[in-house]
Nanobody
Framework: QVEVVESGGGLVQAGGSLRLSCTAS????????MGWFRQAPGKDREFVAA????????NYADSVKGRFTISRDNAKNTVPLQMNSLKPEDTAVYYC????????????????WGQGTQVTVSS
């Protein structure tokens, strides 16, 4: 079993930055693809970014390319998501998840999920 915990959410003005962090338990962490998803009020959960187990491959949703950066530290079992140039439409609950696959961008490919952290961007 893998426990995933997010932190770092909060309220920020448009144009500002936030850094989310995700910590996953287990010695197998370094073998998981890790991803970030988000769910805005009244909308389905959507893919934001993912990083391969070795950190050499990343994927981003078009809506966040050039503004968000995903990384990982396998020694610390953490997956930060740096979010810059935030927009009101980035407001959502952000979820971190782990997949036992080499590449994973679909929600149904992820097996372990955190409880989410709220990000609110004011205009």
């Amino acid at each position: 079993q893998v426990e995933v915990v997010e932190s770092g959410g909060g309220l920020v003005q448009a144009g500002g930055s936030l850094r989310l962090s995700c910590t996953a338990s287990g010695r197998a962490f370094r073998t998981y693809t890790m991803g970030w998803f988000r769910q805005a009020p009244g909308k389905d959960r959507e893919f934001v970014a993912a990083i391969s187990w070795y950190g050499g491959s990343t994927n981003y949703a078009d809506s966040v390319k050039g503004r968000f950066t995903i990384s990982r530290d396998n020694a610390k079992n953490t997956v930060p998501l740096q979010m810059n140039s935030l927009k009101p439409e980035d407001t959502a609950v952000y979820y971190c998840a782990a997949a036992e696959l080499r590449v994973a961008v679909r929600e149904d490919e992820y097996r372990y999920w955190g409880q989410g952290t709220q990000v609110t961007v004011s205009s």
